[in-house]
T-cell receptor, first 115, second 113 residues
Framework: DTEVTQTPKHLVMGMTNKKSLKCEQH?????MYWYKQKAKKPPELMFV???????INESVPSRFSPECPNSSLLNLHLHALQPEDSALYLC??????????????FGPGTRLTVL | GEDVEQSLFLSVREGDSSVINCTYT??????LYWYKQEPGAGLQLLTY?????DMKQDQRLTVLLNKKDKHLSLRIADTQTGDSAIYFC?????????????FGTGTRLQVTL
């Protein structure tokens, strides 16, 4: 099973709203990732969690707040977003063990629109 | 820099072979990947190649790696309409317990009847 699930599929929010994106995997992966993808562009890395600890933050604005409550779940809390934050948000997961292939498996994404 | 370049667009007839090219810059990459993205969907891992290999074949997919020229290609044999999508190559650097991918610009493959 190489499935990563994301909810919701679509989200429309105003600039004053607070919302959360959710990601789940049951592959036993201990690294999880958030990416942002604008139309016709490649994904851009936002955050990396390794063993439930934040290991990489790619200088993402604080209006995006990640959380990894356990080894299967990854959340992205959104607050006071701007219209330019509208994008496809992708979650991915990978192995962490030394010597093992750390290929990233992606979820279907959440299409976010900020009005 | 870590720019990974791909041609923007490729059009092929159904049944022909497709070759998608990628040029990367980070010679320390351990693995190189190919992902497929259909409209409105996430990225599907297609295949990968370890940096010390020259070629890998997986059913209709053949990956060629030229480390000297930092050139990677993906050949799809007997291309079908279901292969129409955007294809991203990605170079990978391991960061301890995770991996950091740098994606190419993406190649849109159009398959015509």
């Amino acid at each position: 099973d190489t499935e990563v699930t994301q909810t919701p599929k679509h989200l429309v929010m105003g600039m004053t709203n607070k919302k959360s994106l959710k990601c789940e995997q049951h592959m036993g992966h201990r690294a999880m990732y958030w990416y942002k993808q604008k139309a016709k562009k490649p994904p851009e890395l936002m955050f990396v969690y390794s063993y439930e600890k934040l290991s990489i933050n790619e200088s993402v604005p604080s209006r995006f707040s990640p959380e990894c409550p356990n080894s299967s779940l990854l959340n992205l809390h959104l607050h006071a977003l701007q219209p330019e934050d509208s994008a496809l948000y992708l979650c991915a997961s990978s192995q962490t063990l030394d010597g093992r292939l750390k290929a990233q498996y992606f979820g279907p994404g959440t299409r976010l629109t900020v009005l | 820099g870590e720019d990974v370049e791909q041609s923007l667009f490729l059009s092929v007839r159904e049944g022909d072979s497709s070759v998608i090219n990628c040029t990367y810059t980070d010679s320390s990459s351990t693995y190189l990947y190919w992902y497929k993205q259909e409209p409105g969907a996430g990225l599907q891992l297609l295949t990968y190649i370890f940096s010390n290999m020259d070629m890998k074949q997986d059913q209709r997919l053949t990956v060629l790696l030229n480390k000297k020229d930092k050139h990677l290609s993906l050949r799809i044999a007997d291309t079908q309409t279901g292969d129409s999508a955007i294809y991203f190559c990605a170079e990978s650097r391991e960061t301890g317990t995770a991996s950091k991918l740098t994606f190419g610009t993406g190649t849109r493959l159009q398959v015509t009847l």
